[in-house]
């Protein structure tokens, strides 16, 4: 059996492989080099709680993911999707590069509407709860946030009709950038401003996990960062003045204890519509 074979009979362990070695890896970079940022212990407190959004997370994902196929081939067979339509889409190039921004675009809507519909934003807002962002917090998502996240991409795949390789490519690059886009490491300015022009940088997406608006509002963007220029969404803001967390949710207390933290949903928002 070829590499290509193996990894394309075992995708989601490939995937989930790749993930793991990824966070651990930053992870590691950031107990080594932020030494003095945050204690040990509560470094280990704090991963501990999101670690174990992995435990929901995993089990939700593999099964819902089984429909996303589903939707795949019957897409697939029909030649059924926006896809088809795309101008010179018969380009291997064509192909795989309008499907990926397409793909990101659906992804920029789905975290526009997570942050626009109050029921929705409950669940949401448990990521931006954290209030020290580093490599951890990408797995933090609340096990409700999961089910209308995989949802929304069957609804994606339904329009768009990409082919299996695309996904795999796509879903790849997209924990690759989350990963890198929760790192306590920031960019120099210069490279920022440089990377920043396309891809969602830690340093933007440290904006969107400021604690109050307008900036929780701000770079949505998934891997690109050019829907938010497009739409008026881009935002800038300076490490001294970025604080992690979201204002209505800052007791330590419930953002901080799986337990608590999954029940935030259930609970009445302070102040309703943020
Ligand atoms: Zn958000
Ligand atoms: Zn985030």
Not at 33 to 57: D, E, P, Y
Not at 184 to 198: D, S, Y
Request: glycine share 4%; net charge positive.
């Amino acid at each position: 059996m070829t590499v290509t074979q193996f990894i394309s009979t075992h995708q989601d362990a490939v995937q989930i492989a790749l993930y793991a070695f990824i966070i651990s890896s930053l992870w590691l970079m950031e107990v080594c080099f932020s030494a003095g940022l945050i204690s040990v212990k509560k470094r280990w407190q704090h991963n501990k709680t999101n670690l174990l959004f992995v435990f929901t997370a995993l089990p939700i994902q593999l099964m819902l993911t089984t429909i996303v196929l589903l939707i795949v081939s019957w897409t697939n067979a029909r030649h059924w999707g926006l896809i088809n339509y795309i101008p010179g889409h018969q380009n291997k190039w064509i192909y795989y590069i309008s499907l990926f921004m397409l793909l990101d675009l659906c992804e920029y809507i789905y975290h526009v509407v997570m942050h626009k519909i109050d029921l929705l934003w409950k669940f949401h807002l448990v990521h931006h709860s954290d209030q020290h962002v580093d490599v951890s917090t990408t797995v933090r998502e609340h096990p409700g946030e999961t089910c209308v996240r995989t949802g929304f991409l069957m609804l994606w795949v339904f329009i768009l009709g990409p082919a299996v390789s695309v996904l795999v490519l796509r879903q790849t690059f997209q924990s690759a950038f989350n990963v890198l886009a929760h790192t306590e490491f920031r960019l120099p300015q210069k490279v920022n401003k440089i990377a920043g022009l396309i891809f969602i940088t830690p340093n933007l997406h440290h904006v969107h996990h400021h604690y109050q608006l307008p900036h929780t509002d701000r770079n949505y963007g998934d891997v690109l960062s050019i829907w938010d220029r497009l739409f008026g969404t881009f935002g800038e803001l300076d490490v001294k003045e970025t604080r992690f967390g979201i204002d209505t949710h800052m007791n330590e207390k419930v953002t901080g204890r799986f337990l608590n933290i999954l029940k935030i949903p259930f609970q009445k928002l302070e102040r309703p519509g943020k």
